[in-house]
């Protein structure tokens, strides 16, 4: 099975992710963002059609095995609530500290509640006008 299947259950499909630095660095520039103690959510609108998502772990996370164990955490977490959340937008999540100790089922409500601050829900009851 290649990363790249689109396959229910299989991994994030690469051509929705954020993965140049430039990109990054626009998204956390002009955009706005949202904290919770597990993570930081930054969005801004995509100038492309489609939603696109960047994960990060700086150094605080940890090492090189905790910065990659917590973005793992991170890619499984919204893999199950990216079919929720509205095209158009290109969000980078960054992993805070205590993601180190944190379960998946706690990173899936930490990344739903800054979802849907957020207002990019469907099911948030409320849409982000912009």
Known sequence: MSWDSTEQGSAMNRKYRLTRSTDFKRV?????????????LVI?????????????????VGGAVQRNRAKRLLRE????LLDQIQSGWDLVIL???????AS???????LRSVFKRA???????????S
Do not use: C, E, N, W
């Open 77 to 80: 977490a919204a893999r199950g």
């Open 119 to 129: 207002g990019i829900m469907y099911d948030g009851g409320r849409s982000r006008s």
């Open 28 to 40: 956390r520039r002009f955009g706005k963002s949202y904290a919770h103690p597990l993570v930081v």
């Open 104 to 110: 998946l089922p706690d990173v899936q409500s930490a």
């Open 95 to 101: 992993a805070r500290t205590p993601i180190g100790a």
């Open 44 to 60: 801004t609108p995509s100038a492309a059609d489609g939603l696109h998502l960047g994960i990060a772990a700086g150094k605080s």
